[in-house]
């Protein structure tokens, strides 16, 4: 009886973790998918910075921002615009958001673990290509489509791969 007892309390604590840690993951998803949809929309409001920061909150998840999701409560949103560029740079051309959140557990509780600090973090650039999340590290906001080669017309001697 004692063995089974301290196994099922083990066994009662893993799926606790479980759920918690699987439950601050798929916040964190949520979180990440809001910091996006934030810079995507403030890089659309480049060059003025005071327009794509105000994009930016409206699209974020913070409380009252079109991505404000239930299952993430109170989000705090940064919004800041920098330049990516290899060389000089006159005005901003990315937006960075940053979003943070606390997450209360269900069963960490009892393990001492009250409560999960989330954060997500998106870039976003405005480019001549057009608007685009970018790495952190990215040196270049903008990328030239140059002309597509297909190499067409084939022309063959059997007619099963002549186009």
Not at 88 to 116: D, I, K, S, W, Y
């Amino acid at each position: 009886m004692v063995l089974v007892a301290v196994a099922l309390v083990a066994l009662l604590g893993a799926a606790a973790l479980a759920v918690d840690v699987g439950y601050a993951y798929f916040t964190q998803r949520s979180l990440q998918a809001s910091a996006d949809a934030s810079a995507l929309a403030g890089a659309q409001g480049l060059p003025n910075t005071a327009t794509a920061a105000s994009l930016a909150n409206l699209y974020s998840g913070s409380t009252g921002g079109k991505n404000a999701r239930s299952n993430v409560p109170g989000v705090v949103t940064s919004v800041s615009t920098k330049c990516v560029t290899a060389g000089v740079c006159t005005t901003p051309n990315a937006v960075v958001v940053r979003e943070t959140a606390q997450l209360n557990t269900f069963f960490g509780r009892v393990l001492g673990v009250n409560v999960f600090n989330i954060s997500a973090r998106a870039t976003a650039c405005s480019g001549q290509s057009g608007t685009y999340l970018i790495d952190d590290a990215s040196t270049s906001c903008g990328f030239v489509v140059g002309p597509c080669t297909l190499g067409y017309p084939y022309v063959s001697s059997n007619p099963r791969t002549s186009t």
